[in-house]
């Protein structure tokens, strides 16, 4: 279940995507729920994300009669992690696709420009004839996946999609601009960016919860 908003963003709003998403929103919701339920909320994002790969009908042998039926075709799958709290949402991503490739990026946010600053790059060396999936729980200022999809794209990658848990208005307009042909598949667009380029009203820093480091 999703739904368009409009500039390629998609709103997952499947019921067990929502409910959740508000328990790992809480205060009060430890390091191991907080991974279990980001593994959760990515499988399912990566069903909605998966949605219109392309099909092709094989003949294949039941054990009772010859059958057309339907297989996956075009491009195969690479998700891309932002470092380091994309890797939160690469489990339950690979839970479903089993099979694809994983590049990651390494980048933090400056803590006085609030630019991304690259510390890592490892991607697929097959990336350009692949699909891509970058993963990561926050968009915010939207320079992180901006980045990020920029690094993608240099590699060769020209068919790429962006997941996230939690979108700021602010930061959605700033990646659209930058990747206009990038849809975003978010489970919610959250009111507004505060004075620290901090999602309101948000989960927190999502790196700290995911692994405990505060
Ligand atoms: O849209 P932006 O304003 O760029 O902010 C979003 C980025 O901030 C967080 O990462 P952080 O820099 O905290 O690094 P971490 O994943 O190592 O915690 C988050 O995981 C995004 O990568
Ligand atoms: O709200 C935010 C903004 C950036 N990064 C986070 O982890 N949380
Ligand atoms: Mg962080």
Redo the contacts with the bound molecule.
């Keep these: 279940m999703s739904t368009e908003q409009g500039s390629g963003v998609t709103v997952v709003d499947h019921p067990l995507v929502q409910h959740k998403l508000t328990l790992l929103r809480r205060r009060h919701t430890a390091t191991g729920e907080f991974r279990n339920l980001a593994r959760e909320i990515s499988l399912l994002m990566a069903y909605e994300v998966t949605r219109n790969l392309p099909l092709e009908r094989v003949t294949i042998e039941t054990p009772l009669e010859t059958m057309e039926a339907p297989l996956l075709s075009g491009k195969k799958l690479c998700f891309v992690s932002?470092?380091?709290?994309?890797d939160g949402l690469l489990q339950g991503m690979l839970d479903l696709v089993p099979s694809a490739r994983v590049g990651h990026v390494g980048?933090?946010?400056d803590p006085v420009t609030?630019e991304?600053v690259q510390y890592y790059l490892k991607l697929p060396e097959d990336i350009a004839s692949r699909q891509v999936i970058a993963v990561?729980?926050?968009?915010?200022?939207?320079?992180?996946?901006a980045a990020a999809v920029t690094c993608i794209k240099q590699a060769g990658a020209s068919q790429v999609s962006f997941v996230c848990l939690l979108a700021a208005p602010e930061?959605l307009a700033v990646f659209s601009a930058a990747h206009p042909d990038v849809p975003v598949f978010t489970a919610s667009v959250d009111r507004e960016l505060d004075s620290h380029?901090y999602i309101r009203p948000g989960l927190g820093?999502?790196?700290?919860r995911l692994f405990g480091t505060k």
Aim: proline share 8%.
């Design positions: 932002i470092l380091r709290a994309g980048l933090y946010r609030r991304p990561d729980p926050m968009l915010a200022t939207g320079h992180s996946a930061g380029a820093d999502a790196g700290d």
